[in-house]
């Protein structure tokens, strides 16, 4: 596989694994860059991985490349607004509704921020990154069903946090 192929197939998961760990915007930007330079570096042994190796070898690089950002920085981090590729505002909505939108993806942000690592990780994984539930157990080293049931009792904890704060994405536009 070559460098633009990987970097195609995996930019996405690798941000969000960083984004996982750092929880801030710009400096995920900077560990995937980072871990793409790597992969500059190391693309002629990656040419024998098989996909899943691939995965699993770029999960690593971001997560430990986040980890090692964190650690020099030693700096409380700070919350901010979260980079969904769909914009909050768009032209059918009013701006009423762009900002209530806006608050409720901050707030639902926050609630998948204050989950434990071992619920946040296959969230992010399987929402954001859009990996499925083997690749995800494959990446972190566990049986598929844990990946299932730590994503179900994630949705639940959310679901909680989310009515406390007074939404309820369940019935929303119901």
Not at 115 to 130: N, T
Not at 133 to 159: F, Q
Request: glycine share 6%; charged share 30%; proline share 3%.
């Amino acid at each position: 596989m070559d460098f633009d192929a990987i970097y195609t197939n995996y930019s996405r998961m690798v941000y969000w694994a960083a984004y996982n760990v750092t929880k801030n915007h710009d400096t995920a930007l900077d560990v995937s860059q980072e871990v793409f330079v790597r992969v500059l570096k190391h693309l002629g042994s990656l040419k024998g991985y098989d996909d899943a190796r691939i995965k699993r070898w770029l999960y690593r690089v971001a997560v430990n490349a986040s980890l090692d950002v964190l650690r020099k920085s030693k700096s409380e981090t700070l919350y901010d607004e979260p980079p969904y590729d769909a914009p909050t505002y768009c032209r059918s909505e009013l701006p009423e509704e762009a900002a209530e939108n806006n608050e409720q993806n901050l707030i639902l942000k926050r609630c998948i921020d204050k989950l434990d690592e071992h619920y946040r990780a296959p969230v992010m994984l399987h929402y954001f990154s859009g990996l499925g539930y083997s690749e995800i157990a494959s990446m972190l080293g566990v049986a598929e069903g844990t990946v299932k049931s730590r994503i179900s009792r994630a949705k639940t904890m959310l679901a909680s946090d989310l009515k406390r704060e007074g939404i309820d994405y369940g019935t929303k536009g119901q």
